[in-house]
């Protein structure tokens, strides 16, 4: 954590969903939504200004996880990383975003930053978003006019650049389909580091062969991407060795990596492939 010292903004703490919303439609893009601040708070130390915060922890009933075998999964805005991590529902069902939970920060930050943050932060490098992205499911804003749902697919519009409109604000993310088989592995200088590389995988099983697939990976585009020539590789396909090395050299070449503190593009672009590979193989097992 940076020892700067927080810019001055004024903290605003509505009570209610509606008083939420009645406060962004006023300040708009002057107010930032804080949930866990794990990361707003990082950002804001280290330069960001921004006049007026909107803290959602006295709003009641955003914190829940609600597992459906019919419906599927729901996650609303204030339900912590460490409620993933504990809940056996979705170790079961959605291993991708329990994996990529479990890795994610330290204990201390996991019982702050939530999903539906690590969502609205919108970085490449962001494990749930990977695992997400993944998995499908929309996510659900809410405005003065009601709610609306944006597909993941169309969510993350550019570099830390969401669907959100400024009078906004998320209150929940939603996977509507079942978990089927997935996985989500990582890269990293150090255990508990930002992602240098990752992936994560939906595999729709029928037996030895795959129906269908979710292939997205991170750190290798302004945004978190899906791997839809690879998808196309191995759908309606037995998953052999010959046909994972065709994903490996599509990913290589579909990825547009670049240099940054944490690796070089060129590395990146060198292991993309095998790191998807390997992120099936994990799927399947």
Not at 74 to 85: F, P
Not at 149 to 174: C, H, L, M, S
Not at 252 to 280: C, H, M, Q
Request: charged letters at 25%; hydrophobic letters at 45%.
């Amino acid at each position: 954590m940076s020892s700067r010292i927080l810019p001055e903004f004024e903290l605003l703490m509505p009570q209610s969903v509606p008083e939420a919303v009645e406060i962004l439609a006023k300040y708009k893009d002057q107010a930032a939504v804080m949930a866990g601040g794990t990361d707003l708070l990082v950002l804001m130390k280290a330069g960001v200004k921004v006049p007026y915060v909107v803290g959602l922890s006295e709003v009641s009933g955003l914190d829940y996880l609600i597992y459906d075998p019919v419906e599927g999964l729901r996650i609303g805005a204030m339900a912590t990383l460490a409620q993933i991590v504990d809940n056996e529902n979705v170790k079961k069902n959605y291993p991708a975003l329990w994996q990529s939970a479990c890795v994610n920060g330290t204990p201390q930050t996991r019982n702050r930053a939530t999903v539906v943050g690590n969502i609205l932060r919108a970085s490449p490098a962001g494990d749930c978003c990977a695992a997400v992205l993944a998995l499908g499911g929309t996510v659900v804003l809410q405005g003065t006019a009601g709610k609306r749902e944006v597909n993941i697919d169309n969510f993350w519009t550019g570099y830390r650049q969401t669907a959100r409109q400024p009078f906004e604000f998320a209150v929940e993310y939603k996977i509507t389909a079942k978990g089927g088989q997935s996985a989500f592995k990582r890269m990293t200088r150090a255990d508990q580091d930002l992602s240098k590389l990752n992936a994560a995988v939906s595999l729709n099983m029928a037996g030895n062969v795959c129906q269908g697939a979710r292939l997205a990976m991170g750190c290798v585009a302004p945004t978190l991407v899906r791997m839809k020539k690879a998808e196309e590789i191995i759908k309606g396909k037995e998953i052999t060795e010959a046909v994972l090395k065709d994903v490996e050299a599509a990913v290589k070449a579909d990825v547009t990596p670049i240099d940054d503190v944490r690796s070089s593009a060129w590395y990146r672009k060198e292991v993309a492939g095998v790191l998807l590979k390997r992120t099936i193989e994990k799927a399947l097992a």
